[in-house]
């Protein structure tokens, strides 16, 4: 079993910036891939920014691109999510994801994650 837990949540003025940290306990070596996801208010959950272990890649949607960076501090058993430039849109919940299946190439698709957390609330305000 992994155990996530999400942090670095807020609310910001449009343009500005937040850090999401996603702790991880438990056994989180069988972690491959870690993503970031958000769902809106009525909306379903959609993918953001993804890790692959096995492929040594990370990956974005096209809402974030240049935008968002996915980082990891292996020490730590920390990911994070750097958000710049944020913008209203950006406004959701935000989970981490992890998948115990090696695929190199990452997955945008919640149901291919096995472990999540809580959510943190990101709020952007125009």
């Known amino acids: 079993q992994v155990q996530l837990v999400e942090s670095g949540g807020g609310s910001v003025q449009a343009g500005g910036s937040l850090r999401l940290s996603c702790a991880a306990s438990?056994?989180?070596?069988?972690?491959?891939?870690v993503g970031w996801f958000r769902q809106a208010p009525g909306k379903e959950r959609e993918f953001v920014a993804g890790?692959?272990?096995?492929?040594?890649?990370?990956y974005y949607a096209d809402s974030v691109k240049g935008r968002f960076t996915i980082s990891r501090d292996n020490a730590k058993n920390t990911v994070y999510l750097q958000m710049k430039s944020l913008k209203p849109e950006d406004t959701a919940v935000y989970y981490c994801?992890?998948?115990?299946?090696?695929?190199?190439?990452?997955?945008?698709?919640?149901?291919?994650?096995?472990?999540w957390g809580q959510g943190t609330q990101v709020t952007v305000s125009s």
């Open positions: 890790f692959s272990w096995s492929g040594g890649r990370t």
């Open positions: 994801a992890a998948d115990k299946v090696p695929r190199v190439y990452g997955s945008r698709w919640p149901g291919d994650f096995d472990y």
């Open positions: 438990g056994r989180t070596g069988s972690s491959y891939v």
